[in-house]
């Protein structure tokens, strides 16, 4: 028995380098809803890390203040200085430039394939920066009113007519 040799008569057709999933950004061979409400989301991600002057969050590179020796012993007996080492040590992470590419083409896609449906770019746009903040129709529907499966359908139909725009314009799915 320890003498068998297996051999095989098909060649082996994986390959680690090209078949392998390596993430779940698998993009689909032609453009659909989903797909474009994903990227539509994924841009409302990466236009919330682009540095913004005059918006709280971006600014001086100094910290507001300078705190004396005096000033972090009593912080520290008040359980304060973690805090405020927390704060002054924060790093905002900047969005790639292949993200910022693909955000620049898909932030304008909503006006300019639904520019003529006015409720369908709101409901576009307001459930893609849901999507980006992590909630859902829910969330959008309380703060603008309405009802959550209206806010998304008006979403999904907007994504397919600009997915049919998409494939139109002959526009290469990523």
């Known amino acids: 028995m320890s003498d068998m040799l297996l051999i095989r008569r098909e060649p082996m057709n994986f390959n680690p380098l090209e078949d392998a999933v390596l993430d779940d950004d698998d993009a689909p061979s032609i453009w659909d809803g989903p797909h474009v409400g994903k990227r539509l989301s994924?841009?409302?991600?990466?236009?919330?890390l682009l540095p913004m002057p005059g918006v709280y969050g971006y600014g001086r590179p100094w910290p507001p203040y300078v705190y004396e020796f005096d000033d972090l012993v009593e912080q520290h007996k008040q359980g304060e200085l973690e805090r405020t080492q927390q704060l002054q040590n924060r790093t905002r992470l900047l969005p790639s430039y292949r993200d910022v590419t693909r955000m620049e083409a898909a932030i304008c896609w909503p006006a300019h394939y639904l520019g003529l449906f006015a409720h369908l770019v709101a409901a576009v746009n307001?459930?893609?920066?849901?999507?980006?903040?992590?909630?859902?129709?829910?969330?959008?529907?309380?703060?603008?009113?309405?009802?959550?499966?209206?806010?998304?359908?008006?979403?999904?139909?907007?994504?397919?007519?600009?997915a049919r725009g998409l494939r139109n314009d002959l526009v290469p799915v990523f």
């Open 42 to 48: 994924e841009a409302m991600q990466t236009l919330r």
């Open 126 to 162: 307001a459930v893609a920066l849901a999507h980006a903040l992590d909630r859902d129709a829910g969330w959008v529907a309380a703060k603008r009113g309405g009802y959550a499966d209206t806010w998304r359908q008006r979403h999904d139909q907007g994504c397919e007519i600009i």
